[in-house]
């Protein structure tokens, strides 16, 4: 068949193997437009070269991979498009890793498998935090774009704190409401940094006050979501065993040179103020 041969839509539909309701969405979407549309009946008519775009959407939808991904695979250069979908792939099995690990959890809860339902690996241990001037950043945020969020706002934390002297503390990421699916926090990054010098930082800023906390520290690896869940519900049923009310939103104290360090290099604690 000719590459400039027009179809009807009901052809087109049938070659492609995509209904005529999918036809009118991936329209909409910009996906896959009519290469000709007439103004008096609006009969829509695609060019036959159009079939291998469409079927490739078929291929790509079977993959549950969103629309907006399919829109960047069909501008990409027939050279890349391979780069993409294995990018996509690359991050469909790490969601699938941590839904795995994720599951194991939720069955050790569901089973008793967890005395007092949280992870007894982790040793809490507790410490005096004196009042502190932070800068931070505060956003509500999902998931998805937490990592990064977090990365930019540290990075913009202490290129503020640098023109002063610097930090005199670690980074905290404070979490004011859970993050997950059903909710978007809202998350503090926090930076402490000498009160004599915080007049002079064009920054928003708070004082965290003097409080006690019950923490465990964590490793790299343990850093990412699901597995650092444990340890939150370590430090949470430690307090829950001891009697001890939180003070305040749990927080993430990020320590030492997150990139710098390895998988199994501890860079973070997982903290409760009490």
Known sequence: ????????????????????????????????????????NRYRRYRGDQ????????????????????????????????????????AVEARFAAQRHLAGHVR???????????????????????AQMVLTEQRHVTPEELPA????????LYGAADAVGGAVAP??????????????GPVEVCLP??????????????????????YVRIAKAQVAFPQILSAFEAVAGWLHDQNLPSAGAPREVYFTDFMAAGPDDEVCDIAFPM
């Open 1 to 40: 068949m000719p590459d400039d041969e027009l179809l009807s839509s009901g052809e087109f539909s049938r070659r492609s193997r995509l209904s005529p309701k999918a036809l009118r969405l991936y329209e909409q979407q910009g996906l896959l437009l009519p290469d000709e549309v007439d103004t008096a």
């Open 51 to 90: 079939l291998n775009d469409a079927r490739l959407i078929v291929w790509l939808r079977r993959l549950d991979m969103p629309l907006g991904e399919v829109a960047a695979v069909l501008r990409a250069p027939v050279a890349q498009r391979a780069e993409l979908l294995a990018a996509y792939w690359e």
């Open 108 to 130: 050790d809860l569901v089973s008793g498998g967890r005395q007092g339902g949280y992870a007894m690996s982790h040793t809490v241990l507790t410490r005096e935090i004196p």
């Open 149 to 156: 969020w977090i990365g930019a706002a540290m990075t913009r």
């Open 171 to 184: 980074a905290f990421v404070v979490y004011h409401g859970e993050v997950n699916h059903d909710s978007d």
């Open 193 to 214: 940094v000498d009160p004599k010098t915080a007049d002079s930082i064009d920054a928003a800023m708070r004082e965290e006050p003097a409080h006690r906390e019950a």
